[in-house]
């Protein structure tokens, strides 16, 4: 069993790309990884056998806006056994929203990311099957993205909100 500032450590020591920063912001307790690190990170935090975060509890994309210019991918692990809850989470540019999918190591991750990909357009590299969940294969655009247009007609149907 591992303390959040011993978390930190292995996170720190699998960052090859940055340095990861704790986000003192977030319920349960975050760090803020560079995205090309994700992949590296995720391991440790899963296949360590002090912590084994055996559960993606959750993964939620955030648009932070035009003007901000980012998107964030929020993952949220459990470690049944030792009971640890932590937040990791990456900045993407909204211009080229890309980040790698860790399916291959949650299988909960699979639905996750294809609705944050059918959501808010941002894309996991390496996923097994990723289209659109929720919204019909020839939808425009991305509902949940702070920008989007609503389209007025859908297959020559008017769409009334």
């Known amino acids: 069993m591992r303390t959040f500032d011993e978390m930190f450590e292995v996170i720190r020591s699998a960052c090859g790309n940055g340095s990861p920063t ?6 349960p307790k975050g760090v803020k990884v560079p995205p090309g690190d994700i992949l590296a990170v995720m391991r440790a935090l ?37 009971n640890h809850h932590l937040m ?3 900045t993407l540019s909204r211009d080229n929203p890309v980040i790698e999918s860790v399916s291959h190591l949650w299988r909960t991750a699979d639905w996750f990311e294809r609705e944050i990909f059918d959501m808010f357009g941002i894309i996991f590299l390496n996923h ?3 289209r659109r969940i929720l919204m019909p294969a020839d939808w425009d655009g ?13 297959r020559d149907i008017k769409v009334a909100y």
Do not use: W
Not at 22 to 27: A, F, R
Not at 145 to 154: A, F, I, T
């Open 22 to 27: 704790v986000d003192e912001n977030t319920t």
């Open 46 to 82: 899963l296949f360590d056998e002090s912590m084994f975060f055996d559960s993606l509890s959750c993964v939620t994309g955030i648009d932070n806006g035009p003007g901000d210019g980012t998107m964030e991918v929020a993952y949220n692990l459990y470690s049944i056994p030792y």
């Open 88 to 90: 990791i989470k990456v």
């Open 128 to 130: 097994p099957d990723l």
């Open 142 to 154: 991305h509902p949940l993205r702070k920008d989007y247009k609503q389209q007025e007609y859908y």
